[in-house]
Every structure is written in structure tokens, then in C-alpha cells.
């Protein structure tokens, strides 16, 4: 009989139990081991541990003494081509799709191209602390194939899909309902529910999708409804005012943006709508009452002068929201960088984003929202052991920051603000240290806090 693989991560552990709510104080939510160990066997997490209850000479031990260990973060929207432009100067979106992002996406028509682009994507996103994620490809069969593959190879948990887009788009994206349907039902059929790999139909938005691409995509959702849980669906939708006046165009027999897709037979459990920022309230109460839910981007709408999107109104209304990064339109796969631009814009508008509750949606409340959370976002026993260790401190100022704070929540809230990808010190998945993801983290061999490897711990 094998013998299981244990590890054991001594650190200070965070990871939520529930929703925090919006408090400063966050309750009892949040478990907090400082000096911690989190037990993974097999790549399951099997307990976290206060610090005085070592584990046996069983358990390998990894020393992270020092730095923070969470749970890996979920971005819930991220279009992987757009790596590319990402920092693209002075356009608002439907400039900025026709300036920049179509021309990157036509090159993931080359399946080398696609390879190297999703390798390059996947390793960047794991080296800025986010181990989930769901992810736009590009409207190439070969472009969700690389993503597929490359992410089935880490062992992550992906959820990707063809790009769909038949009219008011450059030629060399344009693809037709027949074949795309077909190359959707050949994704699925080999990849969906595959390893830690998940199908989403992907309309881009519904100006660059006929009334048949979206009724066919609404039938891919109905017709794989019992398979592994079911398919995703994510899109876009009220992102920019110029882009909802060109929607009430094109569809006219529709009350709203996302009234299109609720025709279409598109909005469920599973569906994740990007920005939501010029819904009204009739919207909201639909996204309630079919459990959709909004990736807030905060980033991206104030890169591109989107707007500013009312969480405390989606939230009233009982509207699911959990952060994305939105790159290329967002600056940042740090969901940390995220997490800081979602304060200002809630700020903006006279709410407040706790640490608790930011990092709560990053983790936890993602995976909740995204039926996953039997699988990741917390440490619960049994979950898959997807963990970053992160420097509570990159450098002299955010040292000194740390140094001062008064309480758990100043110390995390300043983390926070300050901190980026910099401050990731090791990844691991299922148990399993990422090494690759770390690369470019080599300049920081003796810096504060440590070192990049774990140290051997005296039993």
C-alpha cells in the first residue's frame, strides 16, 4: 500500500469559514492561526492546526514562519489574449476592443501562437497568487485548446471556452452558428468535467452575437445541464453607456442589456456576467432571481471610464458579486491590485470594503458563488489544498505599515492596499509547489521576511 504524501505549511493561516459581512470587526468568519499549520495529505487539506498542536515526524514540513497563507484567489473574469494590451493608452471600450484587443486575439488563429499564449497566461496568473479562474480564450477552437491543455498539465481549476462572435466584428474573428456549435459540442464532449476542467459558453457580448448564435448558445446550456454539474456561461454585459445605447439598438424588443441574454435562455446558477455597472433595479432583481451573478472589475471600468459599479445596491437586491481582474482592460492579475481599485470605487461612492470582506470574495465567497466551494476557496477538510504564501511585507514601507498596525484588520487592510504580486513567496497546487510560477520572484533571494523556499522545521 502507497504511503500518503504529507505536508505541513507552518505560517499565519487565514481563511473564512462564511460570509464576513461588511463590519470592520468581520465576526467570527475568519479563522486566524498565526504560527499555524495547515496538513495537506494526498493534496487535501485534512486540518489546519493552532500552533502549539505540531504535527508528527510523519508530516514533511515546510517553514513559512513570517508570511501569510491563504487560500489561492479566484478571478471570476479574465480574458487570457489580452496580455498583449494590457496598458493600451486612451480609448474607452469600443474604441479599445477595435484598437487593440481584436488585432491580439486574430493571432491566437495560430496554434502555436495559442500554445505559447496560454502557457505565458496561466504561469502569470499563478505567479500573481490566483490558482482559479474563469477565462475568455478567443474565438479559435485552437486558442480554448491550448487553455485546456496547459491547465489540465498544472492541475488548476479552469473554466474556459470558445469565444463566440458572428456579426459586428472583424472578419478574421467572425465565426457562423453552425461550425461554432460544432466546435463548442467537440470542446465540451472532450474537455468538460475533465480533471479540474469546466466548459463555459462564451457569447462575447450581445453586440457581436446574432439572435441565432445566442439561442444557440442557450441550447448548449439546456442540453448539458446534468453533465458534471453543468456548463458556465460567461459575457459581458452594461459595461459602458455607449455600448448599452448600441445593445437597445440592435435589440430593440428587449426592456434591457440583460433582458437579451434572460430571452436567450442564458441566465442561471452558473452564468457570470462582467461589470453590471448600468443595470437598474428591475435588472438587479433578475440576477437575483436566477441566481446570475456579476464579476465586478473595478480595474478595468476605471482604466477605460467605464463607471462605477454600486455593489451595495446589487448586494440589497440579493445579487451574487465576487472581484476580477478583467485584464487586458484591467492593469493588474494581482487580485490584490483588484481588491485595492474595488475600495476606491465603492469609496467613490460612500461605502467601504473591509479587508474582510475583499478577501472573503477573492476566496471563498467566488467559490460559493461559483459552485465550487466543495473544492476550493477555504481550508475546510477535504478541500483541495490550492494555497499561495504570501510576504506580509515587500520592502521597507510596507514594513514599516505592518509594523504599525494596531489590530488584524489594519495589518490585513494595509496588505492589502500595499502589497502585489512581489509579495508572492510560493504556490502550490493540490499540495504540490509550483516552481515555475516563481521565476520571476528570484530577485528576492535574502529579502525580508525570508527567503523563497521553505526551510526545513526542527520536529
Not at 183 to 201: E, N
Request: include cysteine; aromatic fraction near 8%; hydrophobic fraction near 45%.
Amino acid at each position: 500500500m502507497t504511503e500518503p504524501i504529507r505536508l505541513a505549511l507552518c505560517g499565519d493561516i487565514l481563511h473564512f469559514q462564511r460570509d464576513p459581512g461588511w463590519d470592520e470587526d468581520g465576526g467570527d468568519a475568519a479563522r486566524f492561526e498565526p504560527d499555524g499549520w495547515l496538513l495537506v495529505e494526498d493534496g487535501r487539506v485534512q486540518a489546519v492546526r493552532a500552533a502549539d498542536q505540531p504535527p508528527d515526524a510523519r508530516w514533511t514540513r515546510h517553514d513559512w514562519r513570517g508570511h501569510l497563507i491563504l487560500p489561492g484567489f479566484i478571478d471570476t473574469h479574465v480574458h487570457a489574449p489580452q496580455l498583449d494590451v494590457i496598458g493600451s493608452y486612451g480609448a474607452q471600450l469600443l474604441d479599445w476592443l477595435q484598437r487593440y484587443t481584436f488585432p491580439a486575439e486574430a493571432r491566437y488563429a495560430d496554434p502555436e501562437q495559442s500554445r505559447r499564449g496560454a502557457e505565458r497566461f496561466l504561469h502569470a496568473l499563478l505567479a500573481h497568487g490566483t490558482t482559479a479562474a474563469l477565462v475568455y480564450a478567443t474565438v479559435h477552437k485552437a486558442s480554448s485548446e491550448a487553455l485546456f491543455a496547459v491547465g489540465q498539465a498544472l492541475g488548476m481549476r479552469l473554466v474556459t471556452g470558445k469565444v463566440l462572435m458572428d456579426r459586428n466584428c472583424p472578419d478574421d474573428l467572425r465565426d457562423d452558428v453552425e461550425q461554432a456549435e460544432r466546435d463548442c459540442v467537440d470542446l465540451i464532449d472532450r474537455w468538460h468535467g475533465v480533471d479540474r476542467l469546466a466548459y463555459a459558453v462564451t457569447p462575447r457580448f450581445a453586440a457581436t452575437s446574432s439572435r441565432a448564435q445566442l439561442s444557440m448558445a442557450g441550447r448548449l446550456l439546456d442540453a448539458y445541464r446534468d453533465r458534471a454539474g453543468g456548463l458556465y456561461m460567461q459575457t459581458h454585459v452594461a459595461e459602458n453607456r455607449d455600448e448599452v445605447r448600441w445593445v437597445a439598438e440592435l435589440f430593440p424588443e428587449s426592456r434591457s442589456y440583460l433582458d437579451v441574454y434572460a430571452a436567450h435562455g442564458l441566465l442561471g446558477a452558473r452564468s457570470v456576467l462582467a461589470h453590471g455597472i448600468w443595470l437598474d433595479d428591475a435588472d438587479r432583481a433578475l440576477l437575483a432571481q436566477t441566481g446570475a451573478q456579476i464579476a465586478f472589475c473595478p480595474s478595468s471600468n476605471l482604466f477605460l471610464g467605464s463607471g462605477l459599479f454600486d455593489w451595495a445596491r446589487a448586494r440589497a437586491a440579493g445579487v451574487r458579486v465576487a472581484p476580477a481582474s478583467d485584464v487586458g482592460g484591467g492593469t493588474s492579475l494581482c487580485a490584490l491590485r483588484t481588491l485595492a481599485d474595488g475600495y476606491k470605487v465603492l469609496a467613490l461612492q460612500g461605502q467601504r470594503l473591509p479587508a474582510w470582506q475583499g478577501l472573503y470574495a477573492a476566496t471563498l465567497g467566488a467559490a460559493q458563488a461559483l459552485g465550487l466551494a466543495h473544492e476550493i476557496g477555504h481550508f475546510a477538510a477535504g478541500t483541495l489544498a490550492d494555497v499561495v504564501v504570501w510576504r506580509w511585507a515587500d520592502g521597507p514601507v510596507q514594513q514599516r505599515r505592518q509594523d504599525m498596525a494596531r489590530s488584524l484588520h489594519e495589518r490585513l487592510f494595509a496588505w492589502m492596499s500595499l502589497a502585489d504580486e512581489r509579495n508572492v513567496a510560493a504556490v502550490y497546487l493540490r499540495g504540490c509547489r509550483i516552481s515555475a510560477a516563481l521565476a520571476q520572484h528570484d530577485r528576492h533571494a535574502g529579502a525580508a521576511a525570508g527567503h523563497l523556499g521553505p526551510r526545513p522545521l526542527a520536529s
